[in-house]
């Protein structure tokens, strides 16, 4: 037997699916570009120290919406 069961276990240290699972709104608090597989940081009211990584397309998506400078993201909801 191959046990896949922790292959899906989610990354504590970011916002995941099971955090959002009910609708909620968030507002950004920081915004910050770091190294890594996951190059931007987005902490927001209420994160727990779990930000929100968003992934390419959903960075993309930010970018078209919000704009390019991520400094201008902080107090939007």
Known sequence: ?????????????QLNTDDVLSPRVITVTCVRVVQGDQPLIINFEGDNGKP???CLTM???L??????????????S
């Open 1 to 13: 037997m191959i046990d896949v069961r922790s292959t899906i276990k989610t990354k504590t240290d």
């Open 52 to 54: 929100y990584k968003p």
């Open 63 to 76: 970018c078209q919406t919000w704009g390019e400078d991520g400094s201008q993201y902080i107090g939007k």
């Open 59 to 61: 960075r993309k998506l």
